[in-house]
């Protein structure tokens, strides 16, 4: 098992005289009821309130058309859908999330912060629903154009816990009513891609306080935007700035 970051650190030091040009892309992922969407949002604020541009999206969704995709692959009336037909419907959601919403606020020099992207495809359809993974990753290569996140947050809790907190707080979905061995695969999957990508995906015990868990957060999106954004991020936003002034 890949090593998980410890609850309790100090509070996250968000350098403000990091490179600002390029935008970055950070992205949280988890089970469901691991609490990423109500760290995300958390996580959004507290940069917001140091200055920096942040926008907030999601998937299946981020979009108007992305949303509409999403209500039918959620729907609790669309029990026939197949594990293929569910790979696509995210694969076209995400098509269009990216070209109208995450490459243009990149380009500008935004942070994204957005709830799942393409690793849950992998842990969902993948590991959860036993499709082929290789060919998840071509897909996702061509629905993508070859983007990727900076890094990402992998919010880890066991399945029977996660699955109680979210039956508790609100209406389940179609993913929501699986077994609880689907959703153990699923936690697995992300797991062992933690472990394949370890430089990219870093796992974080969700089992502490908000607090707690918030201030590790911050601490692991403080080391990416210390680090200079990609070469064609840092062009795209130079090349923007340039026509508009």
């Not at 990423?36 to 958390?42: A, F, H, I, P």
């Not at 629903?129 to 809790?157: K, Q």
């Not at 062992?192 to 089992?207: D, F, P, T, Y």
């Not at 502490?208 to 064609?232: C, D, K, T, Y």
């Amino acid at each position: 098992m890949p090593p998980k970051f410890s609850i309790g650190m100090k509070g996250a030091r968000l350098s403000r005289s990091a490179g600002r040009s390029g935008g970055r892309f950070i992205t949280f992922e988890g089970v469901e009821g691991s609490g990423k969407t109500s760290q995300l949002s958390q996580s959004a604020e507290r940069l917001r309130d140091l200055g920096w541009p942040v926008i907030e999206t999601r998937e299946p969704g981020g979009t108007s058309v992305a949303e509409q995709i999403r209500d039918v692959m959620l729907n609790r009336g669309n029990e026939q859908l197949t594990p293929l037909t569910e790979a696509f419907l995210v694969m076209a959601a995400r098509a269009q999330h990216v070209e109208e919403v995450i490459r243009p606020a990149l380009a500008a020099g935004i942070i994204v912060l957005c709830d799942r992207f393409a690793d849950s495809t992998l842990a969902y359809q993948g590991y959860g629903r036993g499709l082929d993974i290789p060919s998840l990753r071509r897909l996702n290569r061509l629905a993508t154009a070859g983007l990727e996140p900076d890094m990402t947050i992998v919010f880890d809790v066991p399945v029977t816990v996660g699955l109680q907190r979210r039956r508790a707080h609100r209406e389940v979905n179609r993913l929501d009513m699986e077994s609880v061995a689907f959703h153990e695969r699923v936690r697995q999957g992300f797991l062992q891609l933690a472990r394949q990508e370890s430089h990219r995906v870093k796992i974080v015990n969700s089992g502490g306080s908000q607090a707690q868990v918030s201030n590790l957060v911050l601490e692991l999106i403080e080391q990416v935007l210390q680090r200079p954004a990609p070469a064609h991020r840092r062009d795209q936003t130079g090349m923007r700035r340039s026509r508009v002034g």
